[in-house]
Every structure is written in structure tokens, then in C-alpha cells.
């Protein structure tokens, strides 16, 4: 009796640990929000990202409070451990209003035409989340580039390319 209590102890464990090693890939869009921090807007297959964002977050948040409001910034991100709808990349907006970080994390559309772009594609799905939260008040560059930074310093240790997407690209 003893022994086979052991083995079926052993074996919900073995299946427990192999369970636990795939990787979970959500197919519906994931909203996480930081009450006076962070507001996050994930993309399906995108939830294995909220890592990064919430380094970003982190690091941004390290240093004294901003003031201001920034536009978005929009970012190209190739993480090997983000897997998104067979594309080697996302797209990711993130937006200061009232000292909330707001982060939308997007699949890139098949590019068609010469003249389209993966920062219209963000700019636009950024657009239609941040309708509700105008800029009030204009940050000044330094807040601009600590976000810079703080994307640059949460994307190095992970292994993450990332690259600023502007209008003109």
C-alpha cells in the first residue's frame, strides 16, 4: 500500500513538471492593469511578453516620478520567446498619461504595399486604446529619453532586439 501511494505521488509530480515546462499561448487579448503604474493591452499569443513590459515598467519607474504626459513611442521587438502568429516580431506602443505607463503589444499586419508600415500599424491600434486619455500636459525630453532607456536596459538582459519605429521609416 505504502509503495503504491509512492509512485502515484511521484507521477502526479512528473506530470505536474511536464505540464508546467510547455509554454502557454493565449489565443484572446490579455489587459493587465497596475492600478497607478501600468495599464497593459496584450495581443493574442503576445501574454509571453508581459515579462518585458514589466521590466520596462519597472526600470521607468526605478528613478523619480514623470511629469508630463509623453506621446507614444512605438517599438519593433524581436523576442525568440514571444511567439506571434508565425511573425519574427511585435509591435509594441507605450504611452505615459498621469504617470500611467500604457504599453499595447500587437501582431504586425502582412505589409502589401510599398508605402505601408509597421509604425502605422501601431500608431493606428495606439490610437483608437488612447482616445480615452488625451495629452494634458507635454513631458519634457528627459522623460522621453529615460523611457528610451529604460526599454533599451529591460531588453538587454533578456536577449530582445528592439528597435524604435518613426514615421519616415
Given at each position: 500500500?505504502?509503495?503504491?501511494?509512492?509512485?502515484?505521488?511521484?507521477?502526479?509530480?512528473?506530470?505536474?513538471?511536464?505540464?508546467?515546462?510547455?509554454?502557454?499561448?493565449?489565443?484572446?487579448?490579455?489587459?493587465?492593469?497596475?492600478?497607478g503604474e501600468y495599464h497593459i493591452t496584450l495581443a493574442p499569443?503576445?501574454?509571453?511578453?508581459?515579462?518585458?513590459?514589466?521590466?520596462?515598467?519597472?526600470?521607468?519607474?526605478?528613478?523619480?516620478?514623470?511629469?508630463?504626459?509623453?506621446?507614444?513611442?512605438?517599438?519593433?521587438?524581436?523576442?525568440?520567446?514571444?511567439?506571434?502568429?508565425?511573425?519574427?516580431?511585435?509591435?509594441?506602443?507605450?504611452?505615459?498619461?498621469?504617470?500611467?505607463?500604457?504599453?499595447?503589444?500587437?501582431?504586425?499586419?502582412?505589409?502589401?504595399?510599398?508605402?505601408?508600415?509597421?509604425?502605422?500599424?501601431?500608431?493606428?491600434?495606439?490610437?483608437?486604446?488612447?482616445?480615452?486619455?488625451?495629452?494634458?500636459?507635454?513631458?519634457?525630453?528627459?522623460?522621453?529619453?529615460?523611457?528610451?532607456?529604460?526599454?533599451?536596459?529591460?531588453?538587454?538582459?533578456?536577449?530582445?532586439?528592439?528597435?524604435?519605429?518613426?514615421?519616415?521609416?
Amino acid at each position: 500500500m505504502g509503495e503504491s501511494l509512492l509512485v502515484l505521488t511521484l507521477v502526479t509530480l512528473i506530470v505536474i513538471t511536464i505540464r508546467r515546462a510547455k509554454p502557454v499561448i493565449l489565443d484572446n487579448p490579455v489587459i493587465i492593469q497596475r492600478p497607478g503604474e501600468y495599464h497593459i493591452t496584450l495581443a493574442p499569443q503576445l501574454n509571453r511578453a508581459q515579462t518585458f513590459i514589466e521590466q520596462i515598467a519597472r526600470k521607468f519607474s526605478q528613478s523619480r516620478p514623470p511629469a508630463g504626459d509623453l506621446p507614444a513611442h512605438y517599438y519593433e521587438v524581436r523576442d525568440p520567446k514571444v511567439f506571434s502568429e508565425g511573425e519574427s516580431c511585435y509591435l509594441l506602443a507605450i504611452s505615459l498619461r498621469g504617470g500611467i505607463l500604457y504599453f499595447q503589444a500587437i501582431n504586425p499586419k502582412p505589409l502589401k504595399k510599398a508605402a505601408e508600415s509597421h509604425y502605422q500599424t501601431v500608431h493606428a491600434f495606439a490610437d483608437i486604446v488612447m482616445i480615452k486619455h488625451p495629452i494634458i500636459e507635454a513631458a519634457d525630453e528627459q522623460t522621453a529619453e529615460r523611457l528610451r532607456a529604460s526599454v533599451d536596459a529591460a531588453a538587454g538582459p533578456l536577449m530582445i532586439a528592439v528597435s524604435e519605429l518613426n514615421a519616415d521609416v
